[in-house]
């Protein structure tokens, strides 16, 4: 009987043993997982261009004065590769496209060129007016196969204005007035972050003065950085030119602004140390050179964007009428060694270049023929006519910052080249353990 009892307590003992030994163990942390990290390359995404101008009153008369709908239209696009129509815009798999579009006559009366490029998520805009007469037509274009979210904020001289949402479909496009957003903003400045894998932003900015054309064109996203440039910007040898540049700090920054010409730095009092506050978009007149290149540094990131004006006689009204045509050039990387292209567009074309070191900046075509060549001193701003055909592609590398002007006249424009190389991403992959189906 003894016997019994011990092995009975023996064995509930060594069970005991069992249930603590047990917990013990699964108590234990189970060590994380090493991860790898693997470099992957994304996939390219379609380019999008926004499809025409349009006037903004919407008017179907074609007497300029009264009835301001445009007159004498020349339109072109550029697109290599495989297109399909996205709304009012076109699409393609080609890797850069531009658009430009001439109109005589009307409400919308200017040349308004831009570079097709591919979606992004978070972008700038620093264009654009809702004064009085003014217009600010974003339009949103999404050449992917899935449907995006998009958040538009307006911005102007006082900070944060108005958010709009906006979804978009696959292959769609939409379009948002400004002036119906953000009234009387004669600083105008457009945060545009989407979901998915983004969306091509352009704006277009028209102007009137009483029933005088004052200028249509398209803006294109600056770069935000703390390092930028905006080549092209200056008088152009004429008295009737004259030059601003806008800039927004999201996060608040002391920028310094500088300009350099052909022979290196220009004088430019009083920009040394501006304080920007977040959000706030502020104007600042350039002074009269007649090329030069907007030099921006600062202690946290900011954009910016240069305008220019060109005043022309009135072709109708009173006698002393004037008109003006506007220019818009966003900022790009002032030493981004990155290869960047652009597409002609067959107007008056020259390709502004402003180098921080001294080198020379070569330009070739699609095929890697060599189209024109600049050297140029640290510091200093240099031109490339453009001589080839009307949608030639032009591509340069090397820590150069640069633009394509264009004119017809007294009309004007402008194009900045895209980024054709795409960075890989890291990924970090991880093995984990599962639970195996009984």
């Known amino acids: 009987m003894i016997r019994r009892v011990l092995a009975a307590v023996i064995a509930l003992g060594a069970v005991v043993a069992a249930v603590v030994t047990g917990s013990a163990v699964s108590s234990q942390?189970?060590?994380?997982?090493?991860?790898?990290?693997?470099?992957?390359?994304?996939?390219?995404?379609?380019?999008?261009?926004?499809?025409?101008?349009?006037?903004?009153?919407?008017v179907s008369g074609t007497d300029p004065e009264l009835g301001g709908a445009a007159t004498g239209v020349s339109t072109a696009t550029f697109l290599a590769g495989e297109t399909r129509t996205v709304g009012a815009g076109e699409a393609s798999d080609a890797v850069v496209g531009s658009t430009v579009e001439s109109v005589r006559g009307g409400d919308i009366t200017g040349l308004a060129a831009l570079t097709c490029t591919a979606?992004?998520?978070?972008?700038?805009?620093?264009?654009?007016?809702?004064?009085?007469?003014n217009s600010a037509r974003l339009v949103l274009t999404n050449p992917s196969l899935a449907a995006v979210e998009v958040t538009v904020t307006a911005f102007g001289e006082i900070g944060e204005l108005e958010t709009r949402q906006v979804a978009l479909g696959p292959d769609a496009q939409a379009e948002v007035l400004l002036e119906g957003v953000a009234v009387d903003v004669s600083a105008l400045a457009v945060h545009?972050?989407?979901t998915g894998t983004g969306v091509v932003a352009a704006l277009q900015d028209s102007r009137l003065s009483g029933f005088q054309p004052f200028g249509t064109d398209w803006a294109t996203a600056s770069a935000v950085g703390t390092d930028l440039a905006i080549p092209g910007v200056g008088t152009d040898g004429l008295d009737t030119q004259t030059a601003s540049v806008r800039i927004l700090a999201p996060q608040g920054a002391t920028v310094r602004l500088g300009l350099s010409t052909p022979d290196g730095a220009a004088v430019?009092?009083?920009?040394?140390?501006?304080?920007l506050e977040p959000g706030v978009a502020v104007d600042v007149a350039v002074p009269a050179v007649?090329?030069?290149?907007?030099?921006?540094?600062?202690?946290?990131?900011?954009?910016?964007?240069?305008?220019?004006?060109?005043?022309r006689p009135a072709v109708?009204?009173?006698?002393?009428?004037?008109?003006?045509?506007?220019?818009?050039?966003?900022?790009?990387?002032?030493?981004?060694?990155?290869?960047?292209?652009?597409?002609t567009v067959g107007y008056d074309e020259t390709v502004v270049v402003y180098a921080q070191r001294r080198g020379?900046?070569?330009?070739?075509?699609?095929?890697?023929?060599?189209?024109?060549?600049?050297a140029l001193a640290a510091g200093a701003t240099g031109t490339i006519?453009?001589?080839?055909?009307?949608?030639?592609?032009?591509?340069?590398?090397?820590?150069?910052?640069?633009?394509?002007?264009?004119?017809?006249?007294?009309l004007i424009s402008a194009m900045a080249p895209t980024r054709t190389t795409i960075d890989p991403v890291e990924v970090q992959v991880r093995q984990r353990d599962y639970v195996p189906s009984p």
């Open 290 to 311: 007649p090329l030069g290149t907007v030099t921006v540094s600062a202690d946290a990131p900011v954009a910016a964007s240069a305008l220019m004006t060109r005043t």
């Open 385 to 410: 006519p453009v001589t080839v055909p009307p949608g030639t592609t032009l591509v340069g590398s090397g820590p150069y910052a640069w633009v394509i002007t264009a004119a017809s006249g007294d």
């Open 316 to 343: 109708s009204g009173v006698e002393g009428d004037t008109a003006q045509d506007l220019r818009w050039i966003p900022a790009v990387p002032a030493a981004d060694p990155n290869e960047r292209a652009a597409v």
């Open 29 to 58: 942390p189970v060590p994380a997982p090493s991860a790898t990290g693997v470099q992957v390359t994304p996939a390219r995404q379609d380019v999008a261009c926004p499809g025409p101008l349009v006037t903004p009153s919407g």
């Open 360 to 374: 020379t900046l070569t330009l070739t075509d699609a095929e890697g023929n060599e189209v024109g060549s600049v």
């Open 119 to 133: 979606p992004v998520t978070d972008q700038w805009v620093l264009a654009g007016s809702t004064a009085i007469g």
């Open 192 to 194: 545009i972050e989407s």
């Open 268 to 275: 430019w009092e009083g920009v040394a140390a501006l304080a």
